[in-house]
C-alpha cells in the first residue's frame, strides 16, 4: 500500500509557480535541479510572472495617460529592471545608487521619478544631469537644496511636493507612511505655502503633486481618501495659477501572501479617472510607483532543512536562510507561505522554520504543518518583493544567488557573494 500524498497547494505565485507530479516548478524549470546545481539559499524569479504582473497595469490603463514607474526598491536586480525597462515602465528611484542601477539598464530618464526624504547634493546633481522626469520633495529644506543645486548646473528642477495627506492606510505601522506622525512628505495642510515657496524659487519648476500613502494595502478606500484632499490641493493651487500636470498616486497595492484578495490596478484606475473627470480635472495625467504589486509573487527563495531539532515546547525546522537573506518575518512579523519542492507523505508535524543567525528573530515561518526531513528543499513564497533587496551580511553570511526562470532556461542574474567579497575592502590597523 502506497501512502497518499497531500494534494499540493496553490503558491501564491500561481501560475508561475506550481507542482507538476509532485515536484515544484517555476514555469517549465523543476525548483529542485536549480536547487542542487545552484545550492542554496537562491532567490528565483519568474519572467514570465513580472511580464503577467505588468501586463495587469497595462492593460488596465489602456488609452488612459498613466505612467507607470516601478518602485525599485522592491527588487532592484539588474535583470528585473531590464525586463521593466524593455517592457516600457519607468523606475521610481530614492538614491543615487538607484538611479546608477537604472541609468545602467538603459532606463529613459523621462520616465524617472526621484523621491525619498534624504536627497543629498550629489544625488540631485546626479539626477539632474541625467534629466528625470521629477523630483518629489518632502520638505521646506529640500526645496531650497534643489534649487541651488540647479541654478549651480543652470537648468531648473521639474518639481512635485509629496504631500501628506493624514489617512490611514491600515497597514503594518512599519510600513504605512501617510499619517501625521510619519517622516514623510509635507502635512496637506501646508503644502500650498510650500508650494508658494516652490514657485518663489529661481531653480524650479512646479510639474506635480504627489503623495504614497503606504504599502501592501489591502483595502482600496485609503486611495479615495488621499485622492480628494489632492484634488483640492490641485484646485487651490490652479487658483493661483500654479498648474499642475500630472498626479502622483505612489505605490502600495498589496499582493497575495496568503489569503488577502488586494484590489487590482484596473479597480484602482476606474476609480481614479471616474473621480478626476466627475471633478473636471481629466486633463490630469496620472503617475504610479507599484513595487511590491509588480514583483512580490514573482519570486520564491530555496532553502534547504539542514537540522530538525524536537525541543519541549517547539519543534524547529533549522535551514540554511535567514534574517539576513529575508527579514520580512522578524521586522514586520510578516507571513510568507512555504511548501517542500517535493512534498512527502506520512505525518504532518508543526514547525517553526528558523536560520542559523544568532537572535530568536531569526524565523521565517512559524507553526507550519510539513512532512518534511533534514536535506529537503523548501520555498518560501512571495519573495520577489523586499526580499533580497534587504538581504544583509549579518553573521558574515553570503548573500545569496539570485536566478530569473524563462521557460525552459534559467540565467544566473546574480552570482553568490563568496566570502572573499565580505572580507574586501576591510583591514586592520597598521
Ligand atoms: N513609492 C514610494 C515613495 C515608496 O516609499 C514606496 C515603498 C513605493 C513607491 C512602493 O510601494 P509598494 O508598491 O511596493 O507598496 N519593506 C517593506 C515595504 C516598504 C515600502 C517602502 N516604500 C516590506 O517588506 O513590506
Known amino acids: 500500500m502506497t501512502a497518499a500524498f497531500p494534494t499540493p497547494p496553490e503558491l501564491a505565485g500561481h501560475p508561475y509557480f506550481q507542482y507538476r507530479n509532485n515536484v515544484l516548478y517555476a514555469e517549465d524549470v523543476p525548483l529542485d535541479h536549480l536547487a542542487h546545481g545552484l545550492g542554496t539559499p537562491l532567490y528565483v524569479y519568474s519572467r514570465a510572472a513580472l511580464k503577467g504582473a505588468w501586463e495587469t497595469y497595462r492593460s488596465a490603463i489602456g488609452q488612459r495617460p498613466v505612467l507607470v514607474c516601478y518602485g525599485m526598491k522592491a527588487n532592484s536586480n539588474l535583470a528585473v529592471l531590464k525586463e521593466f525597462a524593455r517592457l516600457g515602465a519607468g523606475f521610481d528611484i530614492v538614491s543615487g545608487g538607484e538611479l546608477k542601477r537604472a541609468l545602467a539598464v538603459g532606463a529613459e530618464p523621462s520616465k524617472i521619478v526621484f523621491s525619498g526624504v534624504g536627497k543629498q547634493a550629489w544625488e540631485m546633481r546626479a539626477a539632474l544631469a541625467a534629466q528625470v522626469k521629477c523630483f518629489n520633495v518632502e520638505s521646506e529644506a529640500e ?15 521639474p518639481v512635485s511636493l509629496r504631500v501628506n495627506p493624514d489617512v490611514d492606510a491600515q497597514t503594518h505601522p512599519y510600513i504605512s507612511t501617510g499619517l501625521k506622525e510619519n517622516k514623510f512628505g509635507i502635512a496637506i495642510e501646508s503644502a500650498l505655502d510650500v508650494y508658494r515657496v516652490a514657485q518663489s524659487l529661481p531653480g524650479l519648476d512646479i510639474v506635480g503633486v504627489d503623495c504614497h500613502i503606504g504599502s501592501q494595502l489591502t483595502d482600496i478606500s485609503p486611495y479615495f481618501d488621499a485622492l480628494e484632499k489632492l484634488l483640492d490641493l490641485i484646485d487651490a493651487l490652479d487658483q493661483e495659477g500654479i498648474r499642475i500636470a500630472h498626479l502622483d498616486l505612489g505605490g502600495g497595492l498589496g499582493i497575495r501572501y496568503t489569503d488577502e484578495t488586494p484590489p487590482s490596478p484596473q479597480a484602482l484606475l476606474d476609480r481614479v479617472f471616474e473621480r478626476l473627470n466627475a471633478r473636471g480635472q481629466g486633463h490630469l495625467h496620472l503617475v504610479l510607483e507599484p513595487g511590491r504589486s509588480l514583483v512580490g509573487n514573482a519570486g520564491v527563495l530555496l532553502t534547504t532543512v539542514q537540522y ?7 519543534n524547529f525546522a533549522i535551514v540554511d536562510a535567514a534574517m539576513n537573506d529575508l527579514l520580512r518575518p522578524a521586522l514586520y512579523e510578516a507571513f510568507h507561505g512555504v511548501q517542500p519542492l517535493r512534498p512527502r507523505a506520512g505525518d504532518q508535524v508543526e514547525y517553526d522554520i528558523v536560520g542559523p543567525v544568532c537572535e530568536s528573530a531569526d ?47 534559467y540565467h544566473v542574474v546574480r552570482q553568490r557573494e563568496t566570502l572573499d567579497d565580505l572580507l574586501r575592502g576591510e583591514s586592520t590597523l597598521p
Open 143 to 157: 526645496l531650497h537644496r534643489l534649487s541651488d543645486v540647479a541654478e549651480e548646473l543652470g537648468v531648473r528642477a
Open 308 to 314: 530538525l531539532k524536537h525541543a519541549e515546547a517547539r
Open 363 to 409: 524565523w521565517l515561518a512559524r507553526q507550519r504543518k510539513l512532512a518534511i526531513q533534514q536535506g529537503d528543499v523548501l520555498a518560501v513564497e512571495s519573495a520577489g518583493a523586499y526580499s533580497m533587496a534587504m538581504a544583509s551580511n549579518y553573521n558574515t553570511r553570503a548573500r545569496a544567488a539570485e536566478v530569473m526562470v524563462d521557460g525552459a532556461n
